[in-house]
């Protein structure tokens, strides 16, 4: 069995309210949410919230009714394996052990259902305790990321012994994208965060990987979303 999981607190600091804020007619939560229902893999879905206006709308749409997320695991100190161990024991005790806990971040809607499809069928191929989904970095430590010294002067973040003088000669380094995560729900149940385990990338170009962390980061997803539609309907 495949639970779907969508985390959605009822505010943010970046972008208040963003997770059920109206982004081309409909609340952003339901870009994820209604991949998750369309998505014919996925037997269940659960959402995790603290907000009684999220909680009602995706239970009416179909989610399991486990009620709201407990308050420690609400505030911003709250880590997110730890919503994700909640939601999955909240979610077997209602359809029975899961197989597999597909996580949806609804701060990123801008993945295709093939990628789903790409980060499960990758899960069940190489059998890792984890996929997250990756873009290859815009900013390499090796090459132009700088941080302070000592003396407050400007040093690359991670030299190396021969220095480079273009990005292409940096070894490959990935960026976290906030995306889709495919787990192992005995990882869950046994790890205490994320990087315990074997975890492997599901890479995805960095335009499907764009996370609403600012109103800018809204305005940018926002573009991208409707210049998708334009292209739909043009075809």
Same mark, same amino acid.
Request: aromatic share 8%.
């Given at each position: 069995?495949?639970?779907?999981?969508?985390?959605?607190?009822?505010?943010?600091?970046?972008?208040?309210?963003?997770?059920?804020? /109206?982004?081309?007619?409909?609340? +952003?939560?339901?870009?994820?949410?209604?991949?998750?229902? /369309?998505?014919?893999?996925?037997? %269940?879905?659960?959402?995790?919230?603290?907000?009684?206006?999220?909680?009602?709308?995706?239970?009416?749409?179909?989610? +399991?009714?486990?009620?709201?997320?407990?308050?420690?695991?609400?505030?911003?100190?709250?880590?997110?394996?730890?919503?994700?161990?909640?939601?999955?024991?909240?979610?077997? %005790?209602?359809?029975?052990?899961?197989?597999?806990?597909?996580?949806?971040?609804?701060?990123?809607?801008?993945?295709?259902? %093939?990628?789903?499809?790409?980060?499960?069928?990758?899960?069940?191929?190489?059998?890792?305790?984890?996929?997250?989904?990756?873009?290859?970095?815009?900013?390499?430590?090796?090459?132009?990321?700088?941080?302070?010294?000592?003396?407050?002067?400007?040093?690359?973040?991670?030299? +190396?012994?021969? %220095?480079?003088?273009?990005?292409?000669?940096?070894? +490959?380094?990935?960026?976290?994208?906030?995306?889709?995560?495919?787990? /192992?729900?005995?990882?869950?149940?046994?790890?205490?965060?994320?990087?315990?385990?074997?975890?492997?990338?599901?890479?995805?170009?960095?335009?499907?990987?764009?996370?609403?962390?600012?109103?800018?980061?809204?305005?940018?997803?926002?573009?991208?979303?409707?210049?998708?539609?334009?292209?739909?309907?043009?075809?």
């Amino acid at each position: 069995m495949i639970i779907g999981h969508i985390g959605a607190r009822r505010n943010s600091k970046g972008v208040a309210k963003k997770n059920f804020r /109206s982004i081309l007619g409909k609340p +952003l939560i339901d870009w994820s949410l209604d991949q998750l229902f /369309s998505f014919e893999r996925v037997d %269940s879905v659960v959402v995790s919230t603290d907000s009684e206006e999220i909680y009602s709308h995706a239970v009416s749409k179909g989610a +399991l009714r486990i009620g709201l997320r407990p308050a420690h695991l609400a505030t911003d100190e709250a880590a997110k394996w730890n919503v994700w161990e909640h939601a999955l024991e909240a979610a077997e %005790s209602l359809v029975g052990p899961a197989s597999v806990f597909l996580d949806l971040d609804c701060t990123s809607p801008l993945r295709f259902l %093939s990628d789903i499809g790409s980060s499960l069928d990758l899960y069940f191929d190489e059998k890792p305790d984890m996929v997250m989904s990756c873009c290859i970095a815009r900013k390499n430590p090796y090459f132009n990321l700088v941080e302070l010294d000592v003396s407050g002067a400007l040093r690359v973040s991670k030299p +190396l012994a021969q %220095s480079i003088v273009a990005r292409q000669q940096a070894p +490959l380094v990935y960026e976290h994208a906030a995306s889709i995560y495919v787990l /192992s729900p005995e990882y869950l149940r046994r790890a205490d965060e994320l990087f315990e385990g074997r975890v492997i990338p599901y890479v995805m170009p960095p335009e499907r990987c764009w996370d609403i962390d600012s109103e800018l980061d809204f305005r940018i997803v926002e573009l991208l979303l409707e210049e998708r539609l334009k292209k739909r309907m043009a075809i």
